[in-house]
């Protein structure tokens, strides 16, 4: 590849307020690769009333921001925003895009890569690129977390899905890029959004800033208050590792792992969870991990920055009371 | 005449086998597995599932279509004995999957579903090899037909499929109308298990077996991403072991280390 590459970043906010977390971190990777080649930092922001969020990409080094501003697009409808993508990209082309490895980007970006006839990587952990004329390797975990692949992508356009904690967020500054507003096309009203449902129980694993999670020896549902009694310290959540939820001691939405949520909470407690690769693979991100296992061969503490032996049923009381007084005076 | 819905069902290596049957053969780019067996792509038998439950509620029927270099037999019909009425394989020497990238297989496939005359497709969210989550969305943008992802909950309603799809905090429901595609979530339910009976039964299930030459593909098909290289993954950290003389003051010296190093 030669000449200036256009990176693109695929925005999203939190309920149409903030960039979310994993889009700042995106913005970091984005200006990073567009650096290489002294080539152009874009960013698409779609929402109703997301001009602030524009205004936050501009700060975070975007040349331009593209916003689609309109009620419709309030909630995230497949067509509406492909038609806005399809409408807009191919006069960007050629480029790199990236999204969020998110709901809406493991929905929108499938459908968009095939739209435009790109090439997709989904779920990227890892995104290489030495000099100018290095094209980008995008590493995923394949095999159930078991192996890690390098790909390519071999169309002039390219798309990844990202996790998050891949990139870092850039440091905010004044904004001297431009914004473009766009109109929002019509939807060719196939598909219905009809209702959002927010379950009482459905806590946000892959936002929460801390998760404790159960596996296999917690030996039955019992066990898994104990571990909301240390998650509710730092307003934290549950999850499980894949066992507890197909023995339904766990819901299977707080299932964390390749086949269930992937996550990256600042910090992470492992509860008598043994390390299987296909749970690893949906947290090693995390910043912190604490395991507490009776097998002290067990493979987590491989994984894991802070370790003990013991059983849970014992080491997990002193501990959440111990959490309490330090963090709770 | 009921609805009919097509469930595109993967043969992976067990996703959930020991990570030392799993090795990478660098010279090749690949992937290789030792004494493992073939198994139903996990998301896919959710899908199957999903389908076995609308077939009893609208009195429908079910064709399993799956794709491959040389299936397992016994993994086809243990899926087929929970209650398939007819199965689609596409089979050949240069169908490795991992010869294939999403855009050749959702091309594959949706040539052949061109032949079916369907009302639903249902397929996993994801295959468990490749985790690439993207041939159902692209089989649905090649047929020109709607689709949904995600669901954990599905129902056929007059002409229309309606879909509660998972979201980090909930769900969102949606609806498309028929024929349309459906990716499935885990969170839809396990395959239930099929009886030995059906299971011997199920070689009497009508099959049509197509090479890609008899659905007009000419392969390969030029590929939009390349694999480079594969490697193990490194996910190994700097354990620090806190062991107090007993369980209780292992617990109390964890919290207390996680306190002095700011990590709580």
Not at chain 1, 157 to 176: D, H, L, N, Q, Y
Not at chain 2, 22 to 29: K, M, W, Y
Not at chain 2, 167 to 182: K, N, Q, W, Y
């Amino acid at each position: 590849m030669s000449g200036s590459e256009r990176v693109i970043i695929f925005a999203e906010t939190e309920d149409n307020v903030g960039l979310s977390k994993l889009t700042t971190e995106l913005m970091g990777i984005g200006g990073w690769l567009a650096s290489r080649t002294a080539g152009r930092l874009v960013a698409v922001v779609a929402g109703e009333g997301v001009v602030g969020a524009a205004d936050q990409l501009l700060s975070l080094g975007a040349d331009t921001v593209f916003v689609a501003d309109h009620p419709a697009l309030s909630t995230y409808n497949p067509e509406i925003y492909l038609g806005l993508l399809t409408g807009l990209l191919p006069e960007q082309e050629p480029f790199t895009l990236l999204a969020g490895h998110t709901p809406v980007g493991q929905d929108l970006m499938p459908r968009l890569a095939f739209a435009l006839g790109a090439g997709l990587v989904t779920d990227c952990c890892g995104i290489q690129a030495e000099g100018p004329g290095q094209e980008p390797v995008f590493v995923k975990p394949v095999f159930g977390g078991n192996m890690m692949a390098s790909l390519e992508v071999e169309t002039p356009s390219r798309i990844a899905t990202v996790r998050s904690r891949v990139g870092t967020a850039p440091a905010a500054a004044p904004g001297t890029g431009e914004v473009v507003m766009l109109e929002p096309p019509a939807a060719d009203g196939r598909i219905d959004v009809l209702d959002k449902v927010e379950e009482s129980m459905g806590v946000n694993l892959e936002s929460c800033p801390v998760i404790v999670a159960g596996g296999r020896g917690m030996g039955g549902p019992e066990g898994f208050d104990q571990l909301e009694e240390l998650a509710l310290i730092f307003d934290g959540a549950v999850g499980a590792s894949r066992p507890p939820c197909d023995s339904g001691w766990a819901p299977a939405a707080n299932q964390v792992g390749i086949t269930g949520k992937i996550v990256a909470p600042d910090l992470y407690f492992a509860v008598a969870i043994s390390g299987s690769s296909q749970h690893l693979s949906g947290m090693s991100e995390s910043g912190k991990i604490v395991a507490i296992n009776q097998d002290p061969e067990a493979y987590i503490f491989k994984a894991a920055d802070y370790g003990a032996v013991g059983d849970w049923r014992r080491v997990l009381p002193a501990l959440t009371a111990g959490v309490k007084k330090h963090v709770q005076g | 005449m009921g609805i009919h819905i097509v469930v595109c069902m993967k043969q992976v290596p067990d996703p959930e086998g020991p990570a030392a049957s799993f090795e990478a053969d660098t010279a090749g780019n690949r992937v290789v597995t030792h004494g493992l067996p073939p198994v139903a792509n996990p998301y896919d038998e959710n899908a199957l599932e999903v389908a076995l439950g609308i077939k009893a509620a609208c009195d429908g029927n079910i064709t399993l279509l799956s794709l491959g270099k040389s299936l397992s037999r016994p993994v086809l019909l243990k899926a087929m004995a929970t209650g398939v009425d007819d199965a689609i394989v596409i089979e050949g020497d240069s169908l490795d999957p991992q010869d294939l990238d999403s855009h050749a297989t959702a091309t594959l496939l949706s040539t052949a579903l061109r032949r079916v005359d369907f009302d639903l497709i249902l397929v996993g969210r994801q295959a468990a090899d490749t985790n690439a989550g993207q041939v159902g969305l692209g089989v649905a943008q090649m047929l020109g037909i709607p689709a949904l992802s995600l669901a954990r909950n599905i129902e056929v309603d007059g002409g229309k499929v309606l879909v509660e799809s998972v979201l980090p905090d909930g769900f969102v429901r949606m609806s498309a109308p028929l024929p349309a595609l459906v990716t499935v979530s885990h969170e839809a339910g396990e395959l239930r298990y099929p009886s030995l009976a059906a299971i011997k039964a199920a070689k009497n299930i009508p099959q049509v077996s197509y090479s890609p030459g008899d659905l007009g593909v000419e392969l390969p098909i030029g590929a939009m991403v390349a694999r480079i290289a594969v490697a193990m993954p490194s996910r190994e950290r700097r354990c620090q072991v806190i062991s107090g003389e007993n369980p209780e003051e292992t617990g109390e010296m964890l919290a207390d280390r996680l306190y002095t190093d700011k990590v709580i």
